[in-house]
Every structure is written in C-alpha cells, then in structure tokens.
C-alpha cells in the first residue's frame, strides 16, 4: 500500500471513449466508493489521459493502449485491487485488449474484481481464452444483466458469476436541463421528445444504416404530428451527430428538429433528459437516464442489453431497428403516450429496485477493500508464486 490509512484502486474500463454512458458509470463508481472509503487513492486506466485528468482532476490517470508490459506494470504494482469494467467491455476483439492488462495484474499478484461488466458477442476463441483465464481468478465477477451471464457461461467461464446492474443508474437528475437546452436554441413551446441514435460501429455492426435512419425519420415525423412535439437528438458519443443529421434530412418536419452539438458530459445530459417528455433511443445509458428522469420510454433495441433493460424497466421490447418494424414502433410508441400515467409507477417501482442492484456492486467492492486493508492482509505488488503467476 501506499499508507496505512488508505488503498489504492486501479479502474480499468472504456473510459476517455467519449462516451457519455462509460463516463457515467466511471462517475458513479467513483462517487460511491468514495462515500464508503474517502481515503481510497484511484488510479484509472484511460484511452484518453487528458480528457479523463480534465474530468476528475483528483484522481491519478493513466494512458495504457499502446503501453509494453514494463511501461504499464509501474502504475499496477501500486494497486490493492485492479476494477475491470463498469459496462460492455468484454466482446469479440476488444476483450483481449482489457483482459490482457487485467492478467498482467494478477500475475504482478494484484486482485481483479470485475464490476458489473456487460459482455457479448464472445465467440472469438482467443477472447474466450483471456475471459476465461482472468474471470477463473478474479475474486468476483458481477456482469449488469442476465444476457452478460450467459454470454459468460457459453464462453467456459465455470465459477459463480453475480447479476447486478449498471452503475449509472445510481446518478440523480439535476436542475440545469433547461438552462442547457436553451443554450442549444431547443424552443420551449409544446412537448420535447428525445431521440438517441448511434453509428452501426462494433456493438451495432448488423444495423442497415439506411433502413433504420429511415425508420426513425418516420417515427419522428408521426410524433411531431401525434404530439405537436419537438424533436430533440441526443448524441452519446460524437459519432451520434452524423446519424442524428441523417435521421432528420430524412423527416418531412425537419424544421421540427434541434441536434444537440455541445460536448456534455453524464450529468449534463441526464439533467437534459430529465426536461422531455417522451424519449426514443437506441443508446442504453439514453434509456437509463430517461428511467431515473421517470419519463416514458421506448427502447430501439440494436442489441441484446437494451432488449435486457427494456424487459426489467417494463417497457416495450421489441426485437430489431428495421424498417419493417415502423408499423409496429408507431403503434407502440402510441400507446406508451396513452398509458404513460399508469405505466410510470410501475415503472418508478423497477427503477428503485434496479438502483438497488446497482448500489450492490459497490458494497461488495467496498467490503473487499475493507478486508484488503486489514492488518495482516498482504500489500499490493507482492508477486503471486510462480506456479500461479501469468
């Protein structure tokens, strides 16, 4: 350890993506772990250094893709316990590049403790390979929803594996959403309803750009009509604007339409989502936020965890973004409008229950740390046996 009055944790996750949902979870792994143990020291592993010093200038960060094993071993011999994840960051090709790092740390003799990971496609045999080697030795593994644990199990992964769920949904809607949305010249007359595209990218690969640009031109252009509304899109990574723009040169009432362009970090865009009145989203943290904002929802489920949130948020949850579904999304997002008074206890009461689930995987966190820094425990860096190490 670093002194004896604190631990020193390691984060390695999707974090200096840019994306709006890594960087929530980041932030409420962060926050919560320091309300249980102020003393703890961070050292979080980033893709973008700068970016992350900016954004929490009171931790310790790390640059690691493109880092030898000698290069990064320094900042990882200092850890009580190395935390893979929060969120999807165990899929074909890119679940070596984490895992290697996290089997470079256990074989530097420092604990893995995999938080709520979400996992998939894993059919790569050399990526199931590193899940299966790291998870085995992992002091414990918690995946964000049920698909995860599958995914998990169908890869060789043999020891107990714990469902919880995202991190982020334990964020707290703020105040400044209408202050932010005027900022970006959103008028305030009528109803605004949100809307969260993304780029077909790794995890969306099988998207028909064409088709469901089209799809949601359509959608937009029945709910300008249906509610009067304005269209607001919601970008979760930079990327999401181009989309976005395509969505609305498609739809008849693109003057109907803003397409928010200012780098927003987690908090910012909850505390926008908390000003809509509708939201319809491919994104799942778009959707996680619409939930904490208790406004009515309508997942676009590209893939699995947000077919996964939409069942355990009571939403509607059909398969696939094609434009053969447009009469079927129409039809949905209709009747979500007509009964959103008597969906939204319903979906209040999932929505504390899932923040609870969520807060588990801090506690368990919180409670290992506890015993690592008990008198007698070994320091971190202390190298495993030879037999045992990587």
Known sequence: MDGADGVTVGVLGSYGGRNVGDEAILTALLDQVRAGRPDTRFVVFSRDPAHTRSVHPDVEVVGWEGVCREGISEPLRRLNVLVLGGGGI????????????????????????????GAGPLTDETDCAYVRAVLSDAVEVTVRDEESKLVLEEAGVTRPVSVTADPAL???????????????????RGRLVGMSVREPGHAA????????????????????????????????????????????????????????????????????????DLAVGMRLHFLVFAALAGIPLLPLPYAGKVFDFAQRIGAPALRGVVRETAGLLLAEVDRL????????????VRTAAMRLRAA???????????????????????????????
């Open 205 to 276: 690969e099988h998207l028909d750009e064409e088709g469901y640009h089209q799809l949601l031109a359509s959608m937009g252009d029945f709910l300008v009509q249906r509610l009067d509304a304005h269209i607001v899109f919601i970008s979760m990574e930079r990327g999401d604007i181009r989309h976005a723009h395509a969505v609305a040169s498609r739809m008849a009432a693109a003057d109907h339409c803003t397409v928010l362009h200012r780098d927003h970090g987690p908090q910012e865009v909850l505390d926008i989502v908390a000003q809509l």
């Open 90 to 117: 165990l899929y074909d090709t890119e679940a070596r590049r984490y895992l290697r790092l996290a089997g470079t740390a256990q074989g530097l003799g420092v604990p893995v403790f995999t938080y709520a990971v």
């Open 337 to 348: 409008w007509d009964e959103r008074h008597a969906r939204a206890a319903d979906a209040a």
């Open 170 to 188: 334990l964020l707290e809607p703020g105040d400044r959403g209408r202050a932010l949305l005027r900022a970006e010249a959103v008028p305030r």
């Open 360 to 390: 588990r995987t801090g506690e368990r966190l919180l409670a290992y740390l506890d015993g690592a820094a008990a008198p007698g425990v070994r320091h971190a860096g202390t190298p495993v046996p030879a037999s045992t190490a990587r």
